[in-house]
């Protein structure tokens, strides 16, 4: 009997391999494609090495300025009015009057800060200071400006403004035992920058020989990191209408040299 051919097995055996090997590279390619475009987020997130990251739109940077900026933001004669010039030195009732032991710690502070100008904590930048007198009155008016860390400037200014709670009234005791009476008072916060604090300060006392009385002005703005800080007045009295001339022209040229401006020219006084 005649049978009829086997159908051969070649086709399929060959059909089999060749179809293992497309479907592998579809997967491979498919893979590749993914790969690609992960990669391809990936790379656009991530700058390639050597590469500057830029900043988060959500992220303030601070302008660092430099002593000579800080210098220009100072404030000259001109803005004080008639009578003032650059200081000749610092006045003898700092020593006399803003140097003592006090028992409580916050009021040690304020006394402290005042003496050594430091009531804004130290600066974290660049920082200058001017001083002024008026030979009229006996004056002394102090300008200070400098860049801060921002937390800790927010904290020393929220510290200022508490102070006339916490520390109305203390005593000081010099170095020869005389006592004083110091009074603190809140003064109206300067309206100019984006925060500031403000206090009027009286010293009294002393020995039966030589009574003494000091006022003085204390005001404090902040704008970004950096602030001003001005104290003024002296044995005669305070000039509050001063303070407020100085707090404002010196916001002004802070502000404007944050800004990248230059404030125009002061004339030239004696660094105090």
Known sequence: MNRPPRPTRRGVRVAAPALAAA??????????????????????AAPAAGEP???????????TLTEAQVRTALISPGDLGPGWAGTQGAAT?????????????????????????????EPAGARAVLGFDNSGSGAQLRH?????DRAALDESLA?????????????ATDAA????????????????????????????????????????DFAAVRVGDSALSLTNGGLTGADTDATLRATEAGTRRLQEVLDGGTPAARPSVEQG
């Open 23 to 44: 479907a592998l590279l579809a997967t491979a390619a498919c893979s590749a494609d993914d790969g690609d475009a992960q990669g391809g987020t990936a790379r656009s």
């Open 53 to 63: 990251t830029p900043p988060s739109p959500s992220v303030t940077v601070a302008r």
């Open 93 to 121: 009732w700092r020593d006399a009057l803003l140097k003592g032991r006090v028992e409580e710690a916050d009021c040690r502070r304020l006394l402290d800060g005042l003496y050594t100008e430091s009531l804004l904590g």
């Open 177 to 216: 035992g005389n006592q004083y009476t110091v009074r603190v008072e809140a003064a109206a916060p300067p309206t100019v920058g984006e925060a500031g604090a403000g206090l009027h300060v009286s010293v009294t006392g002393g020995s039966d020989e030589v009574p003494a009385a000091l006022t003085l």
């Open 159 to 171: 510290w200022l403004a508490a102070v006339p709670r916490t520390c109305p009234e203390f005593t």
């Open 144 to 148: 200070q400006a400098a860049a801060y």
